[in-house]
């Protein structure tokens, strides 16, 4: 039973376009959520985070819209760029438990 | 600095061999988990440690085992490899459960 479900599988994009990946999940005791960018034959690495007491946090070009109500948060990436294209995963814990990770997006940008 | 490490980067096993997956980081990070990544699955724990000595299941841990008896080292052992357990391998040590998770490289493993 997966407790965070991410979509789209996979997402091609436009250089300069906004790539969005949603997430949902079940749980609401879940009181941290990060999402993760892996490159090709590297480990994931966190990349952005949010916690359920804001409803948004920008770094960069990065934002994370969180819906408590919908239980759903989903990644906005602004002017994307070839350099972006990885996999992102969403994830989801609670205190002192173990990431809960979605089922990952496979992003493409084209130049 | 190092981080984590993890080797080797690749295996080719047998079914039925075992073998360990080393782990090591530097950071003297008191969490390490080991996750397995599997295509349109994500990552999902295998087993995890809260500090040396101590260590406790995750979603899937049928035929893996572990243990910690330092901080820097969580070895993943597979006791008798099956074509199921084909799969690239990742460990990651954080501060605490909630917080960045740093990950290795991953060992990718093939059972045939």
């Known amino acids: 039973q997966q407790q965070v479900k991410q979509s789209p599988q996979s997402l091609i994009v436009q250089k300069g376009g906004i790539s969005i990946i949603n997430c949902a999940y079940e749980?609401?005791?879940?009181?941290?959520f990060p999402w993760y960018q892996q490159f090709p034959g590297k480990g994931p690495a966190l990349l952005i985070a949010?916690?359920?007491?804001?409803s948004e946090k920008k770094e960069g070009r990065f934002t994370i819209s969180f819906n408590k109500s919908a239980k759903q948060f989903s990644l906005h990436i602004m002017d994307s760029q070839p350099g972006d294209s990885a996999t992102y995963f969403c994830?989801?814990?609670?205190?002192?438990?173990?990431?809960?990770f979605g089922s990952g997006t496979q992003l493409t940008v084209l130049p | 600095n190092a981080g984590v490490t993890q080797t080797p980067k690749f295996q080719v096993l047998k079914t039925g061999q075992s073998m360990t997956l080393q782990c090591a980081q530097d950071?003297?990070?008191?969490?390490m988990s080991w996750y397995r990544q599997d295509p349109g699955m994500g990552l999902r724990l295998i087993h995890y440690?809260?500090?040396?000595?101590?260590?406790d299941q995750g979603e899937v841990p049928n035929g893996y085992n572990v243990s910690r008896s330092t901080t820097e080292d969580f070895p993943l052992r597979l006791l008798s490899a099956a074509p199921s357990q084909t799969s690239v391998y990742f460990c990651?040590?954080?501060?605490?459960?909630?917080?960045?998770?740093?990950f290795g490289q991953g060992t990718r493993l093939t059972v045939v």
């Open positions: 749980n609401t005791a879940f009181d941290y």
């Open positions: 949010i916690r359920p007491d804001v």
């Open positions: 990651a040590s954080s501060v605490r459960a909630q917080g960045e998770a740093f």
């Open positions: 440690s809260v500090g040396a000595g101590i260590t």
């Open positions: 950071m003297n990070h008191e969490y």
């Open positions: 994830a989801a814990t609670q205190t002192a438990r173990q990431l809960t």
